[in-house]
């Protein structure tokens, strides 16, 4: 039997039947993605499937007596035509398996889903793109490296693909948008429901101006078991994985290892050693993951999805060494001794070896000069 691949008529114009065939399928219980695809492939498509007698099921190895029982009724059939109502109702956009439109990356995993729920962008999904993942509960500076990094890369013309969790995710998607570049949200629940709560701007921000999807039809909750699932969606959409913050039990890692599985490049960023926010990144590290302290670090290992910088990320890198250059000697014996890390001010003090009031003096021109910046509880920190 033919692969799937050979024997699909890709059509310009989605057939609603078609969507409704395969979400039938999808919507069978007992099945899961792979089982959709593996019929779809032996009987050729999933109308043929829902057409095959009970006799020809049977004869499917590895198909269990709840799938074979549910194939083929109609209240699946029924749910599907609703699903696909209700999210049309809801701005969605529904892509199959078969699809032209399907993103090409994704399709190349062992096992797509095979239909993705849309809002936004359809085309995003097949740019090349680079997936930030790491802690929900992150430090502030695993959080300024994500939306730092996250906005560098979309300007050299990478979209940025996370999962709108709280922490590295919600840092990714607002560094590039604050970049005016493209980023890809992919949910662990239907796209009517905006998890976490707090992320609503985020989410409406994204459908304007970037794509949310997901495997999961509309009403679908926030689940835990969900997630882990949902992490080779955003490895698979992208040419790489970059964990900026995960502790030894992280989802991050779920998603970096998948990466590997699906043959992406692995990237992670180095943190404290005394942090167990960064216990997880380093052992990827020693595990061969690349180590990233800069955008060009991951750039030279995706050559064909960089670009040089544009002017005016020139022109803004000059400005920055010019008023960094043109401080005065006690200004920037003070910066030299800011780390990223936040320090106390006696810290400072004891670094520079100045007086307190002149370290005072030049933390706050500094801070004017958006060179360092004030955190709570009395820290500074090098910007």
């Excluded at 430090?139 to 300007?155: E, H, K, N, V």
């Excluded at 796209?191 to 701007?201: E, I, K, M, S």
């Amino acid at each position: 039997m033919p692969p799937l691949e050979s024997r699909c008529t890709f059509l310009t114009v989605t057939n609603d039947q078609r969507i409704i065939d395969w979400l039938t399928l999808a919507l069978t219980p007992g099945l899961g993605a792979t089982g959709c695809r593996q019929l779809a492939a032996h009987f050729g498509t999933p109308r043929q499937v829902l057409a095959a007698s009970r006799q020809e099921l049977s004869q499917i190895p590895g198909l269990r007596k709840s799938a074979l029982a549910a194939i083929g009724n109609e209240r699946w059939s029924q749910m599907a035509a609703a699903t696909l109502q209700r999210a049309r109702n809801n701005n969605q956009r529904l892509i199959c398996w078969e699809d032209p439109d399907y993103p090409p990356l994704l399709r190349t995993i062992h096992d797509p889903p095979p239909i993705l729920y849309v809002r936004g962008s359809v085309e995003l999904l097949a740019t090349p793109s680079l997936a930030v993942v790491g802690a929900r509960a992150a430090s502030s500076y695993g959080r300024q490296m994500a939306a730092r990094f996250a906005g560098d890369l979309t300007r050299r013309g990478l979209t940025i693909i996370s999962g709108m969790a709280l922490g590295i995710d919600t840092a990714a998607h607002n560094g590039a948008l604050a970049a005016g570049g493209r980023t890809v949200a992919v949910l662990g629940c239907g796209l009517d429901t905006v998890y976490p709560a707090q992320n609503r701007r985020l989410y409406e921000e994204i459908a304007a101006t970037g794509t949310l999807v997901s495997e999961y039809p509309p009403t679908t909750p926030p689940d835990g078991f969900r997630f882990p699932a949902r992490n080779r969606i955003i490895s698979g959409l992208a040419l790489g994985v970059l964990v900026v913050e995960a502790a030894s039990r992280s989802g991050s890692l779920i998603t970096a290892h998948l990466a590997l599985e699906q043959g992406r490049e692995v990237f992670a960023m180095p943190g404290r050693v005394d942090s167990g926010k960064s216990e997880g990144s380093h052992r990827l590290l020693q595990d061969g993951a690349k180590l990233v302290h800069n955008v060009a670090d991951i750039l030279e290992e995706l050559p064909s999805a960089s670009h040089r910088p544009t002017d005016s990320e020139q022109d803004d890198n000059a400005d920055e060494g010019m008023t960094a250059g043109n401080l005065d000697p006690i200004a920037q014996a003070v910066l030299a001794a800011l780390d990223v890390y936040p320090q106390s001010i006696d810290t400072i003090i004891a670094i520079s070896g100045l007086p307190a009031r002149q370290v005072t003096e030049k933390l706050l021109l500094l801070e004017l000069q958006n060179l360092s910046e004030v955190l709570p509880g009395g820290q500074y920190r090098k910007k």
